[in-house]
């Protein structure tokens, strides 16, 4: 809900600073053609007004364009709070409305993930096939993959400190130091090219404005003066590191996603991680493969246990004790059978594999044949 509202108060604030801009350079403009009415001549006289003019139809344009997304983003608003509303009208988990409701929001879900993941064309045409536009933030990741690129592979910071000036007020609340790292970094790239004198100049403008808050580091900085852009010394070697391009673009993405309200993970990892937390046993840990179940994600640490690394473990008040062959649950109905290697298994697991190996069955994780027969009974308590 706070994307588009956000965006509203960012379109609304820069429709007024242009209008008021221009309106200013229009009345100034007026006032000084009244003071030289009498001293310039009537051809002149029209020209100047006429260029006032055409400045007042593109600040006319601009302001239709500025009030046309205004609109696009209140609808968005509205049908993002209508679904809001819709799910509080539910009374059953089991209703069509409520299935069809939870299919719109798994739609979401991917469409969040693969506009963070940068494959914008998918989610385009999930988007189109789903109807779902007004759920997608599509210009704001757009504005994050190319500021991000500009950082990561071209090295520059324009695009960002571009933002940073558009949202200048907004960072100041939230204590933000994006745009000094971003000054620092174009300093540092000053010196790399040694283009020092350049650099100095650059610090004087726009780095002393952050000596309040980031005197040690300036002074750090102003010490990269004196060394080499290959020197070992470990405070100024990390300062000179390319490898700071990418933790800025890193940076750039967790503030713009602090300031829109939203969660630095993709909502699907999110999602995935409250439901894996709920099936983590100390068993998942285990480094011996034998003692992982086949059949629970978080055990497939290849894949959905990678996300489940680093969640606590679930708390049952009730243990289930599940069936290693068959992953179905052991109760009065399919009872738990020990072999006489120690090793539990459900009971239809073994009768199925005696039926198979002529009522022989074979324990998957020690590889030991035993009779059917052998198997004890156990007793759930």
Same mark, same amino acid.
């Given at each position: 809900?706070?994307?588009?509202?956000?965006?509203?108060?960012?379109?609304?604030?820069?429709?007024?600073?242009?209008?008021?801009?221009?309106?200013?350079?229009?009345?100034?403009?007026?006032?000084?053609?009244?003071?030289?009415?009498?001293? @310039?001549?009537?051809?002149?006289?029209?020209?100047?007004?006429?260029?006032?003019?055409?400045?007042?139809?593109?600040?006319?344009?601009?302001?239709?364009?500025?009030?046309?997304?205004?609109?696009? $983003? @209140?609808?968005?608003?509205?049908?993002?709070?209508?679904?809001?509303?819709?799910?509080?009208?539910?009374?059953?988990?089991?209703?069509?409305?409520?299935?069809?409701?939870?299919?719109?929001?798994?739609?979401?879900?991917?469409?969040?993930?693969?506009?963070?993941? !940068?494959?914008?064309?998918?989610?385009?045409?999930?988007?189109?096939?789903?109807?779902?536009?007004?759920?997608?933030?599509?210009?704001?990741?757009?504005?994050?993959?190319?500021?991000?690129?500009?950082?990561?592979?071209?090295?520059?910071?324009?695009?960002?400190?571009?933002?940073?000036?558009?949202?200048?007020?907004?960072?100041?609340? @939230?204590?933000?130091?994006?745009?000094?790292?971003?000054?620092?970094?174009?300093?540092?790239?000053?010196?790399?090219?040694?283009?020092?004198?350049?650099? @100095?100049?650059?610090?004087?403008?726009?780095?002393?404005?952050?000596?309040?808050?980031?005197?040690?580091?300036?002074?750090?900085?102003?010490?990269?003066?004196?060394?080499?852009?290959?020197?070992?010394?470990?405070?100024?070697?990390?300062?000179?590191?390319?490898?700071?391009?990418? !933790?800025?673009?890193?940076?750039?993405?967790?503030?713009?996603?602090?300031?829109?309200?939203?969660?630095?993970?993709?909502?699907?990892?999110?999602?995935?991680?409250?439901?894996?937390?709920?099936?983590?046993?100390?068993?998942?840990?285990?480094?011996?493969?034998?003692?992982?179940?086949?059949?629970?994600?978080?055990?497939?640490?290849?894949?959905?246990?990678?996300?489940?690394?680093?969640?606590? $473990?679930?708390?049952?008040?009730?243990?289930?004790?599940?069936?290693?062959?068959? !992953?179905?649950?052991?109760?009065?109905?399919?009872?738990?059978?020990?072999?006489?290697?120690?090793?539990?298994?459900?009971?239809?697991?073994?009768?199925?594999?005696?039926?198979?190996?002529?009522?022989?069955?074979?324990?998957?994780?020690? !590889?030991?044949?035993?009779? $059917?027969?052998?198997?004890?009974?156990?007793?759930?308590?």
């Amino acid at each position: 809900m706070k994307v588009p509202l956000e965006q509203l108060k960012r379109e609304a604030r820069q429709s007024q600073k242009l209008a008021e801009r221009e309106m200013q350079l229009a009345s100034s403009g007026l006032a000084d053609l009244a003071k030289k009415q009498s001293s @310039i001549s009537a051809e002149e006289y029209t020209h100047a007004i006429d260029g006032l003019a055409d400045k007042l139809r593109v600040l006319r344009r601009k302001l239709e364009d500025s009030k046309q997304e205004e609109a696009l $983003l @209140i609808s968005r608003s509205r049908q993002r709070a209508a679904d809001l509303n819709e799910l509080s009208g539910f009374t059953s988990a089991t209703q069509p409305e409520f299935q069809r409701w939870c299919r719109t929001r798994l739609e979401r879900v991917l469409i969040d993930y693969m506009l963070r993941s !940068g494959n914008v064309d998918t989610a385009k045409l999930l988007m189109e096939k789903s109807n779902l536009e007004h759920f997608a933030d599509t210009s704001l990741f757009a504005l994050v993959m190319s500021t991000e690129h500009e950082l990561r592979e071209q090295h520059s910071c324009r695009g960002a400190l571009h933002w940073c000036a558009e949202n200048r007020g907004v960072l100041r609340k @939230i204590e933000s130091s994006l745009e000094f790292e971003l000054r620092l970094q174009e300093f540092i790239e000053m010196i790399r090219a040694k283009k020092s004198s350049e650099a @100095i100049a650059y610090a004087k403008k726009h780095l002393t404005a952050w000596s309040d808050t980031q005197l040690p580091r300036i002074q750090r900085a102003m010490t990269l003066l004196a060394f080499s852009p290959t020197t070992g010394c470990p405070p100024y070697k990390h300062m000179f590191d390319v490898a700071r391009w990418d !933790g800025l673009a890193h940076e750039f993405r967790m503030v713009i996603f602090k300031l829109y309200s939203l969660p630095s993970q993709p909502l699907l990892h999110l999602l995935l991680q409250t439901g894996l937390s709920a099936l983590k046993t100390p068993a998942c840990l285990s480094d011996d493969p034998s003692e992982h179940n086949r059949n629970c994600p978080v055990c497939q640490t290849d894949t959905l246990g990678k996300l489940a690394q680093g969640l606590p $473990l679930s708390h049952h008040s009730n243990s289930n004790l599940v069936c290693r062959i068959s !992953g179905e649950k052991m109760d009065e109905d399919n009872p738990p059978m020990r072999l006489p290697n120690g090793y539990v298994y459900s009971l239809i697991s073994l009768t199925d594999m005696a039926n198979k190996l002529d009522g022989k069955v074979k324990c998957p994780r020690s !590889g030991e044949i035993f009779s $059917l027969a052998d198997a004890k009974k156990l007793f759930i308590s």
